[in-house]
Nanobody, 121 residues
Framework: QVQLVESGGGLVQPGGSLRLSCAAS????????VAWYRRAPGKERELVAI???????NYADSVKGRFTISRDNAKNTVYLQMNSLKPEDTAVYYC???????????????WGQGALVTVSS
């Protein structure tokens, strides 16, 4: 079984920055896309950012210009750089990959356990 492990969450003041990392235990180079989602308290899960195998990216309107998604296939890691953070960015952030290869088989639709980001003064 493969895993995605998020890290980098924490408490930050409004206007601050954080970088989330999502490390896969297998290869993400064959993934068609890897994405970051978030679930804020009392709200449904929403797509924050997505990156394709060709490095095309797309963002939720609420984070455009502030967040940047990137991937390093050599390290099997995806990043979410979050700048100019706002209190409304407070949420649990989840990493998702549509395909992860462990060397012998492909696993589909893999999710991480989540990383809590709290933006507060």
């Amino acid at each position: 079984q493969v895993q995605l492990v998020e890290s980098g969450g924490g408490l930050v003041q409004p206007g601050g920055s954080l970088r989330l990392s999502c490390a896969a235990s297998g290869s993400i180079s064959s993934a068609n896309h890897v994405a970051w989602y978030r679930r804020a308290p009392g709200k449904e899960r929403e797509l924050v950012a997505i990156i394709s195998s060709a490095d095309y990216t797309n963002y939720a309107d609420s984070v455009k210009g502030r967040f940047t998604i990137s991937r390093d296939n050599a390290k099997n890691t995806v990043y979410l750089q979050m700048n100019s953070l706002k209190p409304e960015d407070t949420a649990v952030y989840y990493c998702n990959a549509d395909r992860v290869f462990d060397g012998s088989r492909v696993y589909l639709d893999i999710w991480g356990q989540g990383a809590l980001v709290t933006v507060s003064s």
